[in-house]
C-alpha cells in the first residue's frame, strides 16, 4: 500500500518539504559547518563590494578601484546564482520543475487523478479523434470530483504542431494547451525538455493517498522503483474506444 502521509501533513508540499528536510538534518555536522561559513564569505563579500562601491562614489581614495569593483560584483552574482540553484536543487523535482506552483498546495485529502497527457493524446490521434479522448476524460472525471493534474512530455507543442493542432510558428504557452484539451491553467504541467512524464506521474501517485493514473503506458521499466504504487487493482486506469465511446477501464493487478 501507498504510504498515507495525511495524519502527519496536508498537502503535497508539507510531505515533500519534510522529506528534504529529514535529509538535512541527516547531513554530518561538517557538511553543515561548510554550510555555514559559505554563508558568512558570501555576506563578507556583500560587505566589502558595498564598502568599496561606497568609497568609489565619495571618492575616498585615489587609486583605480573600477577593475577591481566590477570583478567583486561579478564574484558576489555567481556566488549569489550558485546558492539559489544549490538550493533549487534541494527541493523535490515535482516541486522544483512546477513552474504554476500548484502542485505544492495539492490536498492529500483530495482524490486526484494523475493523467499522462502525451500518452493519452497519441492514443486519441493514433485513433483519428485527436485531443477528443483525453478532453471527455478531464470533463468527466472533474464532474465527478477528481482534483486534475494532467503531465506532459516537453515535446507536446511539436507534437501538436506537426499534426496540425496548432500553427508550426505558435508561439508555445499553457494558453494552446488550455483551448486543444479543454484543461484548466492550475491543471497543466509540462516536464522539462530531456526527460519523461513517466517519472513525474509515479511519483505523484507515491506521494498522493488517493489518486490514480489515466494512461495505456503500463510503466513497466519503473515497477521495480514503484513497488508500493504499482502493486494495487486501482492505481491505473486505461483508455479505450468501445461502440464509438471513450471508457475508461479499470487495470487489474496479476501479481
Known amino acids: 500500500m501507498r504510504g498515507n502521509f495525511a495524519s502527519k501533513s ?36 556583500l560587505v566589502c563590494t558595498f564598502a568599496l562601491a561606497l ?5 575616498w581614495s585615489d587609486i583605480k578601484i573600477d577593475p577591481v569593483l566590477i570583478l567583486l560584483c ?12 544549490s538550493n533549487v536543487g534541494k527541493q523535490h523535482f515535482l516541486l522544483a520543475n512546477d513552474r504554476l506552483g500548484f502542485m505544492r498546495s ?12 502525451s500518452n493519452i493524446y497519441h492514443f486519441g490521434h493514433d485513433n483519428g479523434l485527436d485531443a477528443q479522448p483525453l478532453s471527455e476524460i478531464v470533463r468527466q472525471l472533474r464532474s465527478q470530483g477528481y482534483r486534475v493534474i494532467c503531465f506532459f512530455d516537453a515535446n507536446i507543442y511539436h507534437t501538436l504542431s506537426e499534426h496540425g493542432a496548432i500553427p508550426r ?8 494547451l488550455q483551448q486543444i484539451f479543454g484543461l484548466d491553467v492550475s491543471e497543466i504541467y509540462v516536464v522539462p525538455s530531456g526527460v519523461q512524464a513517466d517519472v513525474f506521474i509515479l511519483e505523484c501517485l507515491k506521494y498522493l493517498p488517493i489518486s490514480f493514473a489515466v494512461t ?8 521495480s522503483e514503484y513497488p508500493t504504487v504499482m502493486s494495487e487493482n486501482l492505481w491505473r486506469k ?6 464509438g465511446k471513450i471508457k475508461l477501464l479499470q487495470h487489474k493487478f496479476h501479481g
Open 10 to 45: 496536508n498537502t503535497l508540499g508539507e510531505v515533500l518539504s519534510s522529506k528534504s528536510s529529514a535529509a538535512e538534518h541527516g547531513l554530518g555536522s561538517l557538511t553543515r559547518v561548510s554550510r555555514i561559513l559559505k554563508k558568512l564569505i558570501g555576506f563578507g563579500l
Open 55 to 59: 568609497g568609489l562614489l565619495l571618492e
Open 74 to 85: 561579478a564574484f558576489v552574482f555567481v556566488w549569489l546564482t550558485a546558492g539559489r540553484k
Open 106 to 117: 495539492l490536498r492529500l485529502d483530495e482524490k486526484t487523478v494523475v493523467i499522462d497527457g
Open 169 to 176: 510558428r505558435e508561439r508555445h504557452s499553457l494558453v494552446l
Open 216 to 223: 495505456n503506458d503500463k510503466y513497466r521499466d519503473y515497477a
Open 238 to 243: 486505461s483508455v479505450a474506444i468501445s461502440d
